[in-house]
């Protein structure tokens, strides 16, 4: 639920996306995903973002997301983690071919949802947004996977990169659709894609003016929303401080930064927590997190 500045200040819930999707980097392997997210989790990220490596083939990007999984929670238990979507063009049977094998091990805590298709436009040698790249899923496919949340209980980390977006979500929350712990991720549209390329952005600039937006479309709402900039550096906004005063939590790391900031994903949640603090907002970890998130004020108090 939107919260004005001057309610009772409720603790924050960081999540660090970890994994970095410029063009020409080198992939991060098991190993360093699994060390990242145990360091974001140290550190006082109560949700991780992972990638995989995009060159595996279908069963073996399965086998790395579970082998990441189970050993991160083999370390930390009550973490909300969820991957990138895998290659393909069916939402359920090629994309997230992963979450049926996760849910079946036992490991599947959150699994992404992007509803609608959103264009992402690049600029093109004279600075024109002539191209650009598609994310997201349809709204059928979409609603697929709200099927799928809901025969599991996995909680859904629903980005949003437009306004239509948000119309669609506060339609299947109004209907009860979302399983608890389910969480709106606000994105905001900087200079750059997440693989560096400029771009004329998507959706609404980073402004306090566009949060405001958000959140009077959002009046009556109780699912929980993080903030985040994508191609752009959150903690060197405006936006950051701002959604900590409205009561929102923040998504930090190393992806959406598009290398635009040399801090590491673990120094990009020490930042947050700074912030916070800063704000009158304690950060909660573990079980205190999955709390805040499933709206459970009693884990807060």
Known sequence: MA????????????EAAISPLRDGRQLQTTEELIDEARQSLAAGAGVIHHHHNFRLTRDEAVAQVLRIQR??????????????????EQVMAEKNAHLPALAHAGL??????DPGLTQFAVLDEDGLPSRHRQGGADYAAAHEVVAFARRTGAALSIGI???SNLRWTLAYEARGMFPAGSVIKLYFGGQYLINGAPTAGFGLPPTRQSLDMYLSMMAGSTLPWVVSIQGGVLLESE??????ERGGHLRVGIEDMAGLNPMTNR??????????????RPVATGAEAKAVLRGIRAAAA
């Open 3 to 14: 919260m004005t500045p001057t309610s009772h200040p409720a603790p924050v819930v960081l």
């Open 71 to 88: 050993e991160v929670l083999a370390t930390f238990p009550h973490a909300c983690l969820y991957n990138d979507y895998l290659r393909g």
């Open 108 to 113: 599947l805590t959150m699994a992404a949802l």
């Open 161 to 163: 990169y437009d306004p």
């Open 239 to 244: 936006l950051a401080r701002y959604a900590l």
């Open 267 to 280: 120094e990009t949640v020490e930042a947050a927590a700074a912030l916070a603090a800063e704000v009158g």
